[in-house]
């Protein structure tokens, strides 16, 4: 191995196993106690590689500076969040290395009907001669966003190992409970203390991404009218009926995430829980524009509004509330960190790639708050899932491209 991949292989493994899954019906914040144990950790590894100001705030993010080798720069954030997706197992994680992947199928050790192909992930086929980390194939790996983790603290490394590189003052932040909707605490803008930031939580090699969904999450709860079934006649109003109404009234062909992409919007149901007597359905609303997304909410109320109509002894209520915005709406009103880090790409050979993100990420937060926050790509795919994996290659063009990029932004001032 060469450069940095030793260092981001060995980070990436050992940060993988530990559980770190969030837990977006818990209050506490973190919502989960187990992401402080990937926190902590890290807070003792960037004060034994020599960073400034390590801290672990009340509400779980890790800060930390690297200082500044060139007066005058301007302050860069990097983060990435420390939590895995609720969505797929995430406990027990076993990283495992392909070295120098061939160009066939993957199997997994713990699911043999698993296989992981160029067929399947599009991007698979480019990687031959790569070493790919997946998990074993009963959980998830982790790369969202434990590699972003990994390229940050390797780059932290070397910084701080070389001060010679002229580079301003780095600040790092680790959040909990990205994956939920909830990494951004209000006090982080000010504690991060950045002119302007890069979350490292991006895919494909080359994508600077800084366009997001707009997402608004709601629930809808349906409460019938329970009695004995041996006694229901005329008397019991079943919630799981109406909200099976519910959602066949709901567009199934034409707006949920299975049959759309690329700037379609969706409205999503992701979870159901209940009985007869009471029923809460969970969806999260996406789309690129407000009033897209304004239009998807005002279709669930519009259901709903009709399925209470037609059972006036029911009680349905819809409740919505904003998670996060177009981070779009803020850069395009100044591109220059966008600028700046395909700058960075370009002068290691990459050509930078802009799509709109088909989710969200801390940035978009950050950005609305007033700290300008694109997206720089890690290399993972297919997460959120046993597929998931990434190319340890991969990896360290992030980590180069991020080295070249604080080096830029200290010398074009």
């Not at 950790?41 to 500076?65: F, H, K, N, P, R």
């Not at 690129?288 to 509004?305: M, N, P, Q, S, Y």
Request: proline share 6%; aromatic share 6%; net charge negative.
């Amino acid at each position: 191995m060469s450069g940095f991949e030793r260092e981001l292989e060995e980070r990436l493994v050992r940060y993988a196993t530990v559980d770190t899954q969030s837990d977006e019906r818990s209050p506490s914040s973190p919502s989960t106690a187990i992401q402080l144990d990937l926190a902590r950790m890290l807070a003792a590894e960037l004060s034994a590689i020599g960073a400034a100001d390590v801290q672990l705030t009340e509400y779980g993010a890790v800060l930390a500076t690297v200082p500044a080798t060139r007066e005058g720069a301007p302050v860069i954030g990097l983060l990435a969040h420390v939590d895995t997706a609720p969505q797929f197992h995430a406990v027990g994680v076993k990283p495992v290395v392909h070295r120098g992947y061939n160009g066939g199928p993957i199997a997994f050790a713990d699911a043999p009907g698993l296989t992981l192909s160029p067929e399947s992930s599009r991007h698979l086929g480019e990687k031959i001669g790569h070493d790919i980390i997946t998990a074993s194939g009963t959980t998830l790996l982790g790369a969202d966003d434990k590699a972003g983790v990994a390229v940050i603290m390797t780059l932290a490394h070397h910084l701080l190992s070389n001060p010679e590189r002229q580079h301003g003052a780095i600040r790092i932040a680790f959040t909990p409970d990205e994956e939920i909707g909830r990494g951004v605490d209000k006090r982080l803008p000010k504690d991060l203390g950045a002119d302007f930031a890069y979350t490292l939580d991006g895919g494909a090699v080359g994508e600077i991404e800084y366009e997001s969904f707009s997402a608004d999450g709601a629930s809808v709860t349906i409460t019938g009218v329970s009695v004995h079934p041996g006694f229901a006649k005329g008397k019991m109003v079943n919630a799981l009926h109406l909200a099976a109404k519910i959602v066949t009234a709901l567009p199934q062909a034409t707006m949920t995430p299975e049959v759309t992409d690329g700037r379609e919007g969706f409205l999503h149901l992701y979870e159901q829980r209940g009985s007869a007597a009471e029923v809460e359905l969970n969806f999260i609303l996406r789309d690129f524009e407000r009033d897209g997304l304004a239009a998807k909410g005002e279709l669930l109320r519009a259901v709903c509004a009709a399925v209470q109509a037609g059972e006036p002894r029911a009680t349905i209520s819809c409740e919505i509330r904003p998670q996060y915005r177009n981070m779009r709406y803020w850069l395009e009103n100044d591109m220059a960190p966008v600028e700046l880090a395909r700058a960075a790409c370009r002068a290691e050979g990459i050509e930078p790639v802009s799509a709109p993100i088909r989710g969200g990420t801390d940035g978009s937060r950050l950005t609305e708050m007033g700290v300008p926050t694109p997206n720089i790509f890690t290399g993972m795919q297919e997460i959120h899932g046993p597929l998931e994996w990434i190319s340890v290659q991969d990896m360290a063009c992030a980590t180069r491209v991020c080295l070249r990029l604080t080096e830029l932004a200290a010398t074009s001032r």
